[in-house]
């Protein structure tokens, strides 16, 4: 079965819906409901997207709060689900449902796992740790969308010049290279070197992501509140986010703005030659 608390709703009949105007293009439809989950400060911690039949619904929340997007992982497109992320301390939450323009609401209580050391306290100094170490993560995920535009941008100029011949135009083509391997050299340094060679296993590297999921997985595993160790983990890794930080800057403050200039001071081919139809 499914882990978690299962709640139920009545759907309204597609009839009924069919009539309602979506005039608005952000306007969640009526066959979507959202679902908010509110810990006990009436703090929102979770937010679901389900499909809503007309009828009864049954679906599940597995007692997981609002997650936080990776590192180099894609972009979510608009509308796309939050990601899960750890689980909620014992307690009671307000769950809050949305269909078309009803709502309702019902109480959960999350009972305490007994195979699982049950401390407010610890949990409560973990979670401050763990927010901490999201900071960075957060940091370190605006540097790599930040990476995948600028290459995007530079695959179009690419593109652009696919039959342009010329000095100017192999001369951008070149900057567009640098870039290129300069933006690797931080990738590199945020998630390590790819191994190029078949061999056994991978050597070791120090990288930014690995010390961040090194400190995350310390505070986590450890049933007590964290002190030296993972705070001496948390720091390393911070040290390192900041140097990527200043190697970006550097990169995007200085080599970017002139390949910037010379893609726009360099004549591209933006339409094709269209000959007459017979």
């Known amino acids: 079965g499914n882990p978690g608390s299962a709640y139920s709703f009545f759907g309204i009949p597609k009839a009924f819906v069919a009539k309602e105007k979506t005039d608005s293009p952000n306007k969640t439809k009526a066959d979507s409901a959202t679902v908010k989950i509110f810990d006990q400060n009436n703090e929102l911690i979770r937010t679901m997207k389900i499909k809503a039949d007309s009828g009864f619904n049954r679906a599940y929340w597995g007692f997981e709060m609002k997650g936080l997007r990776q590192p180099g992982s894609p972009k979510p497109k608009p509308n796309s689900p939050e990601p899960g992320g750890l689980p909620v301390y014992p307690g009671t939450y307000k769950l809050v449902i949305n269909l078309g323009k009803d709502a309702d609401s019902t109480m959960i209580t999350v009972n305490p796992d007994p195979n699982v050391p049950n401390n407010k306290e610890i949990y409560d100094a973990k979670m401050v740790m763990i927010k901490r170490i999201e900071k960075s ?46 933006m690797k050299n931080i990738r590199n340094f945020i998630f390590g070197k790819p191994q190029e060679k078949q061999g056994y296993g991978s050597p070791f590297q120090i990288t930014v992501n690995g010390s961040l999921g090194d400190a995350r997985n310390e505070v986590l595993g450890k049933t007590k509140i964290p002190d030296t160790q993972e705070i001496h983990l948390t720091e390393e890794a911070e040290g390192l986010v900041n140097e990527a930080v200043q190697k970006t800057n550097a990169f ?3 080599p970017w703005v002139q390949y910037q200039k010379q893609a726009e001071s360099t004549p591209r081919k933006l339409f094709k030659e269209y000959k007459e139809f017979e």
Do not use: C, H, W, Y
């Open 252 to 254: 995007f403050n200085g």
């Open 137 to 182: 993560t957060a940091r370190l995920t605006a540097i790599t969308d930040r990476l995948t535009d600028a290459e995007e941008t530079i695959a179009k100029v690419e593109a652009e010049l696919k039959n342009v011949e010329g000095k100017d135009a192999d001369s951008l083509r070149k900057a567009g290279k640098a870039m290129n391997d300069s």
